[in-house]
DNA sequence: ATACCTTTGAAGCCA
DNA sequence: TGGCTTCAAAGGTAT
């Protein structure tokens, strides 16, 4: 059985925060893997790439037509059990939806897409491990080192970004913001909370002045061991963004605000902290912009479809490097924000037709028997999540 | 302006 | 403990 330690386990220095799951799921890809090392004993290893190859492009080029009935998108969960037995080597084509978006269609048309498909496997995130800072507690102050991703060696359209939490712990003299932060994630910083407060010292106008990578880290509750001298400011983490991400007042317009409206503010504009990202989230960040060139797509859902083939199609090495980054990012995480949890951040987004869909299951009439209450013929009476 | 779509994985909640 | 739900990113699309 893999070890997600493997590659890095001198780094992980005993932290046990690797998932069940992750463990569980190498137990499968390790079946795999061996089913596929039989395979590869028993043919060439080319044979292997062919094979993932053909089985993804086949299945995409099959996308537009032929697809796996009741292998719908939004049907994952179901869909992955009832074709567990299946086995792995058909797991692209049993999560590939009926039909997908017309984009996608179009998209895939491009021969790019899947001519590309499996030529780059370097993955310039798993380099980015060797300097990851060690756990807080080591008392060691490790010398600043370059980032050891080869930022030279991808395609231009590239811009392999890993979690904001990660990027600035693999730079040690970050001077600009990253190319992926966006306007929903807030560039700006957010504003002081009673518990993080120690992690913005600025002004929120001094704040918005500074790049979002200037050194947030360099507080002495954040340094983690790996302090970087020359920092003065302390910036917040990159995972904590305001609400709305919208531009936060400045100082003189807040003066104008009474104090009673500024904490009912500061309450309501209490900084979110983001969830890590797991292994196939920073997989999509860095392999995005790749299937957005080679692809032709923009569209985010398309993309991911693809994303999550191909995350398929990786090998387990391949996926055990995304994982061991996803479990240093969690370990991170930890760190900075001890009594952080994902519950915190639950309902902040509205979901229209779940709430729906809830709104209906709350009816005391069997609510998830629309179609036994309806028939097919009356699916316009259908809750939307049924429908 | 904001939810949805779409993916996988982690974590929380509930029976 | 298993199953379900929510959120994390992203950007075009729909409401």
């Keep these: 059985m893999p070890q997600l330690d493997a590659g890095g386990g001198g780094a992980g220095g005993g932290d046990d925060l690797g998932a069940p799951d992750e463990l569980l799921a190498f137990q499968d890809e390790g079946e795999e893997q061996d089913d596929k090392s039989r395979d590869s004993a028993a043919g060439p290893e080319r044979d292997l790439a062919e094979l993932k190859s053909s089985l993804v492009n086949e299945s995409e ?14 049907a994952r969960g179901g869909a992955e059990v009832g074709a567990e037995a299946l086995g792995r080597e058909h797991a692209s084509q049993r999560l590939f939806p009926d039909k997908l978006p017309e984009s996608l269609e179009d998209g895939l048309k491009a021969p790019e897409c899947a001519s590309g498909m499996y030529k780059d496997t370097v993955y310039s995130a798993f380099n ?22 080869n930022k030279a060696s991808q395609p231009a359209h590239s811009v392999p970004q890993l979690s904001p939490l990660y990027e600035h712990f693999s730079s040690p003299h970050p001077t600009s913001a990253p190319a992926d932060i ?20 600025l002004t929120s106008g001094s704040m918005g002045q500074l790049p979002h990578t200037v050194s947030w880290f360099t507080h002495p509750s954040l340094m983690l061991g790996s302090g ?12 904590i ?5 919208k531009q936060e007042l400045q ?30 989230m920073l997989y999509m960040k860095e392999m995005r912009a790749k299937v957005i060139a080679e692809c032709t797509l923009k569209e985010s859902a398309a993309i991911n479809q693809i994303l999550g083939r191909r995350w398929h199609a990786l090998s387990r ?12 990012e969690r370990q991170l995480h930890m760190q900075l924000y001890p009594g952080w949890s994902a519950r915190d951040n639950y309902g902040k987004k509205k979901r229209r037709s779940r709430e729906k869909h809830q709104e209906s299951t709350t009816d005391p009439g069997s609510p998830k028997k629309c179609r ?8 316009t009476d259908w809750c939307g999540p049924c429908r």
């Design 61 to 74: 080029g099959a996308a537009g037509g032929a697809g796996v009935p009741g292998a719908g998108a939004g």
């Design 128 to 149: 980015l491990l060797m300097h990851y800072p060690p756990p807080s507690g080591a008392g060691q102050h490790p010398q600043p080192q370059p980032p050891l991703h």
């Design 182 to 201: 966006s306007q929903k994630q807030g560039v700006h910083r957010p504003l002081q909370t009673p518990d993080l407060s120690g992690f913005y010292s």
């Design 228 to 239: 970087v001298p020359g920092h003065p400011a302390a910036i917040p983490h990159p995972a």
């Design 241 to 245: 963004v305001p609400p709305s991400g």
């Design 251 to 280: 100082p003189y317009d807040r003066s104008l605000k009474t104090q009673a409206e500024s904490k009912v503010e500061k309450e309501a504009k209490k900084p979110t902290i983001k969830k890590p990202l797991n292994a196939f």
């Design 317 to 328: 090495e391949e996926q055990a490097k995304y994982y061991e980054l996803a479990r240093k």
């Design 372 to 379: 036994a209450r309806f028939g097919l013929n009356q699916q």
